[in-house]
């Protein structure tokens, strides 16, 4: 088993293990889906990734991070992003969905405008008001950040029947793959993390509490959700704090996502925010080893993401049956035909034959011609000094 060999989940067959990793780009308009989108997450099924995920899509206004985050809350909203899915599939790729809810998160700046709570400024300047966020608890996301509405047993109803909304309108726009965001400090690891939740009422408490709304999720999605079509949820699988949510609770949540028909975790970590001090340990794949506990103690599938770039070290990953699929994001940034190069450098395609051919052709004649001329130089050897 290697980078290249497909993946099949139900009646899914991803073409090889390297997934785009939801990407925000903060430039929607009421949710809606525009040539931007096309562009960015075309430009990746074009560079020979296997699954493309679009950015956190909100399943309701309210859940929406920024002014510009894309949404599946409106009917209105599903022809833009199908537009999106056909291209993504015609060229070989599976089009996913991060499904998302902010939370407390909610009515937050781009991060180029700040990441602070939206407030009068942002009217002035962008004509962008802020609104009111729900969460488990009254407790705020950080210093300057008002406190959340805490939730009604009606508004967890609610936010369930959105979600399953919006994974009907997923359905609709040709969308094969859902991935719930309840990870970095979105709603539902608000509900299972104890640094966001303090309540008492059988959605909060002990581990079964504050995982309750993470598993009735999973149950109202795959009520709506074909049976024929793949179910991911990313956690974050520690919150990096003593007193926080921790790996073995994810193992845990892992298994129990896993027997009501989610298919793959992705492994992400952090983003619980309040007033507490995470120490990550970043450094290459730094989730790795913890994205395999998962696989090997949980018996699901996993995927792994952060700080993933190295051609080897990817594919290693696979081969060595740490995760199932891995999942990259800043690289594809800089690198959009990434798995294409590194397939080449896998010597997994040695005539550009996994290139479409309208780049492939040339670069094929390309490579014919520099080779029988020998113009292809041997990379000089740095000068001892
Ligand atoms: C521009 C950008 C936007 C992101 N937006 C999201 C998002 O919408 N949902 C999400 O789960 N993670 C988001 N992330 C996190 C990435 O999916 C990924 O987990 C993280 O960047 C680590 O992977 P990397 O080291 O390959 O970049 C974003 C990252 C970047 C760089």
């Known amino acids: 088993m290697h980078l290249f060999d497909p993946l099949v989940i139900r009646g899914v067959t991803i073409p090889n293990r390297v997934v785009v990793s939801p990407m925000s780009q903060y430039i929607a308009e009421e949710g809606v889906a ?5 562009v960015h997450l075309g430009r990746f099924a074009l560079g020979g990734a296997g699954l493309v995920f679009t950015e956190a899509t909100a399943v309701e206004a309210r859940g ?3 002014h510009g985050d894309l949404g599946l809350w409106s009917d209105t909203q599903i022809e833009p992003l199908a537009r999106v899915a056909r291209f993504v599939a015609e060229q070989g790729a599976v089009p996913g969905v991060q499904l998302a809810h902010a939370g407390r ?6 991060p180029w405008h700040g990441e602070t709570p939206v407030d009068d400024e942002d009217v002035a300047l962008r004509g962008e008001a802020p ?5 488990p608890s009254a407790l705020p996301y950080g210093e300057v950040w008002p406190a959340p509405t805490p939730m009604h047993t009606e508004d967890i109803a609610a936010v369930l029947a959105a979600f399953r909304d919006a994974a009907r309108r997923a359905e609709a726009a040709g969308l094969e793959v859902i991935e719930v965001y309840a990870a970095h400090g979105f709603l539902a690891h608000q ?3 104890p640094l966001a939740n303090e309540r008492r009422d059988g959605y909060g408490g002990d581990f079964e509490g504050r995982i309750r709304f993470a598993l009735e999720l999973a149950d109202a999605l795959r009520e709506v959700w074909p049976e024929r079509l793949a179910l991911f949820f990313r956690l974050s699988l520690t919150d990096w704090v003593d007193e926080g949510w921790t790996l073995d609770e994810s193992v845990e949540l892992a298994r129990r996502l896993g027997e009501r028909g989610v298919d793959l975790i992705d492994c992400s970590s952090g983003g619980i925010g309040g007033p507490h001090r995470p120490r990550m340990p970043l450094g290459p794949g730094f989730m790795v ?3 395999a506990r998962v696989r090997r103690e949980a018996g699901i599938a996993t995927m792994a993401v952060g700080f993933i770039w190295d051609a080897a070290q990817a594919d290693e990953i696979i081969r060595s049956g740490q995760a199932d699929a891995v999942a990259l994001a800043r690289e594809l940034l800089a690198e959009p035909n990434w798995p294409l190069r590194v397939a080449r450098e896998l010597g997994l395609d040695d005539d550009f034959g996994r290139w479409k051919p309208q780049f492939g052709w040339w670069l094929g004649k390309r490579e ?3 080779t029988k001329l020998g113009m292809r130089q041997a990379p000089a050897q740095p000068a001892k000094r």
């Open 105 to 110: 998160k909610a009515s937050e700046r781009r």
């Open 34 to 38: 525009n040539d931007w989108h096309l």
């Open 131 to 135: 609104w009111e966020a729900i969460a």
């Open 191 to 193: 509900f299972y993390s």
């Open 289 to 291: 080893p913890r994205a």
């Open 64 to 66: 929406r991070r920024t």
């Open 368 to 370: 014919r011609v520099v």
